[in-house]
């Protein structure tokens, strides 16, 4: 049985993606802040992270140092809130904890977990992407943070490139959840199957895909 962890399993994609692995027979080992989650699978282990807590990162690691993993899926996220026009470095500190520092930090110490042929795929954002028109302006510490994840998965995609280890970032197009509001187009599902796709079909090393394949940075 193949073993993938997800990180924010509790909801929105996190948790469409960890129910789509889980239809497919894959062990699945995910987290949520509060420890807990509102579903469960006799393939399904659920553990307490918090991406901006050092402390918290290293006590998941050493719960889970024994299991190897085919598949990383760096899921978690914050979106920071939807009112910052001009930056604000609180907010900026906040977002760059979660969703870069804290990520990275996890993923490094995960590296020894992750079997040969292994993959991680960075969630990102189309938000982060510099081919986008962002002349609104909107969300600059979600939008740095997007950005710098994707540079994140280019630089991880050379520096494993000897282990045998891909790297890409995938974003999801707007999607309804808690996150994406009530308006958004996309079901959580859309993106649980192209993640999906991506792991069952493969992909290349250190490139960005979104709903409709690879895209541009
Ligand atoms: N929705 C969209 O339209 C959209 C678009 C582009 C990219 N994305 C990206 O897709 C990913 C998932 O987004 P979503 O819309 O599914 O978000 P969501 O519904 O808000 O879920 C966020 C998940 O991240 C976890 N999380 C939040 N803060 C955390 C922390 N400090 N440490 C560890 N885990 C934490 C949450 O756990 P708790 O339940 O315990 O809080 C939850 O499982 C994110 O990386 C997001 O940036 C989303």
Known sequence: MKTILITGGSRGIGKATCLKFLENNWRVLTTSTSGKLDYKNQNLQNYQLDLSNSESIKAFVSQVHSMPLDVLVNNAGISGGFSEKLLDPKILRKVLEVNLIGLADLTNRLIGNIKPEGRIINISSGMGAF????????????????????MYSRTLAANLKSKDIEVCSYEPGWVKTDMGGKSAPREPSHPA????????HGFENGVFYGPTGKREW
């Not at 081919?131 to 994707?150: C, F, H, Q, T, V």
């Not at 199957?193 to 069952?200: D, K, P």
Request: glycine share 4%; no cysteine; hydrophobic share 45%.
């Open 131 to 150: 081919s986008e028109d962002i002349m609104d302006g909107w969300m600059p510490s979600y939008r740095i943070s997007k950005a710098a994840l994707n």
């Open 193 to 200: 199957e192209e993640i999906w796709n991506l792991v069952a």
